[in-house]
């Protein structure tokens, strides 16, 4: 069965910085691009970020663009999103999720809640 | 960058009915867009790609259709596992997410 299990969400102040991890299993990690979506308390989901299956490429939505970074590491098939200068609109449920090799997300995990309030 | 804008914002209908929602690209996105499934406290699930194409184990009364900037997910018969908020998505370089149809029991 293929998991995605996202860890590390937390409270932060405003301007702190967090990473967040998603751990993968049951799928071959380093064959596939991957992504970061969040889903803030009553909003609808919003793609973050993605990375090739190398790390070798990486994307950002406009918002996140220079405070949040995308990483893997294909070694220990996680995936991961550092965050600085955070700010409260940055309050969401963090999801990982496979990509559908160009089509879609199609394996997501259950998301890790970020928090920024002071 | 691609905005894409879903019609109704809610549809309110009973079970075994047909529920027909819209999604409008700002631009012509070819046929790069999928369909998700999201219930609260659920991870989201794929539907549909490549407009028409259903991912792994959906259901058949679920389809998909449209190219361009006009797509449309339709749910044949409703049940009740099916009440939940849609989301379409398109995929290129960056991905953008509608604003979601929620689609609620009558």
């Known amino acids: 069965e293929m998991l995605l299990v996202e860890s590390g969400g937390a409270v932060v102040q405003p301007g702190g910085s967090l990473r967040i991890s998603c751990a993968a299993s049951g799928f071959t990690f380093d064959d596939y691009t991957m992504h970061w979506v969040r889903q803030s308390p009553g909003k609808g989901l919003e793609w973050v970020s993605l990375i090739t299956w190398d790390g070798g490429s990486t994307s950002y939505a406009d918002s996140m663009k220079g405070r949040f970074t995308i990483s893997r590491d294909n070694s220990k098939n996680s995936l991961y999103l550092q965050m600085n200068s955070l700010r409260i609109e940055d309050t969401a449920l963090y999801y990982c999720?496979?990509?559908?090799?160009?089509?879609?997300?199609?394996?997501w995990g259950q998301g890790t809640t970020v928090t920024v309030s002071s | 960058e691609v905005v894409l804008t879903q019609s109704p914002g809610t549809l309110s209908l009973s079970p075994g009915e047909r529920a027909t929602l819209s999604c409008r690209a700002s631009q012509s996105v070819d046929t790069h867009l999928a369909w998700y499934q999201h219930k609260p406290g659920q991870a989201p699930r794929l539907l549909i790609y490549?407009?028409?194409s259903r991912a792994t184990a959906i259901p058949d009364r679920f389809s998909g259709s449209g190219s361009g900037t006009d797509f449309t997910l339709t749910i044949s018969r409703l049940e009740p596992v099916d009440f939940a908020v849609y989301y379409c998505?398109?995929?290129?370089?960056?991905?953008?997410f509608g604003q979601g149809t929620k689609v609620e029991i009558k």
């Open positions: 490549g407009a028409s």
């Open positions: 999720a496979k990509d559908n090799v160009g089509y879609g997300m199609d394996v």
């Open positions: 998505q398109h995929y290129a370089t960056t991905w953008t």
